[in-house]
């Protein structure tokens, strides 16, 4: 039987897994930014390729010169995100059928290289008790903080 922890667990490497698909298993890191408060579910994703920090739709951009190009359409990336948002859901509905809290906000780094899922949660309102902050501005803070220091 699958515990509380297992199934979480799970869901985190099926967020990370969908990222991969998209560029075919060639990143150096994998960042995900999901966010779940009161009824709004966002997420976000960008790529360390070749020590460049790139969001989905700039990916070829870090390939080097010659290198097979990926499919960046936005049906990709809005594949992804609704893989993403519906793993955020079942993580919401996990919570709930385990009387757990729901993070407010999970940040995912994978790194690929050493195999190892690095994850961070908040479980404070983020944005939906801020006159101007949206889950997008929250996740593009975080790439610029993470493209600024490198982590």
């Given amino acids: 039987m699958n515990t509380f922890e297992d199934r979480f667990s799970e869901l985190q490497v099926d967020m990370i897994d969908i990222c991969m698909e998209y560029i075919e ?13 009161e009824s709004i579910i966002s997420s976000k994703f960008f790529y360390l390729i070749n020590n ?4 989905p739709h700039k990916v070829n951009d870090a390939l080097a010169n010659g290198a097979e190009r990926y499919n960046v359409s936005s049906e990709r ?9 519906e793993d955020i859901e079942k993580v919401k509905e996990l919570c709930m059928d385990y009387e757990k809290d729901m993070p407010t906000e ?6 690929v290289k050493n195999n190892k899922l690095k994850a961070e949660y908040k479980y404070d309102l983020l944005y939906t008790n801020h006159e101007t902050k949206t889950a997008r501005q929250i996740a593009d803070e975080w790439f610029e903080e993470v493209q600024n220091n490198k982590l």
């Fill in 25 to 37: 298993d060639k990143a150096d890191k994998v960042y995900v930014y999901a966010s779940c408060e």
């Fill in 52 to 55: 460049k920090y790139v969001k």
């Fill in 77 to 85: 990336q809005f594949m992804v995100l609704e893989v993403l948002n």
């Fill in 106 to 111: 999970m940040k995912l780094t994978y790194d």
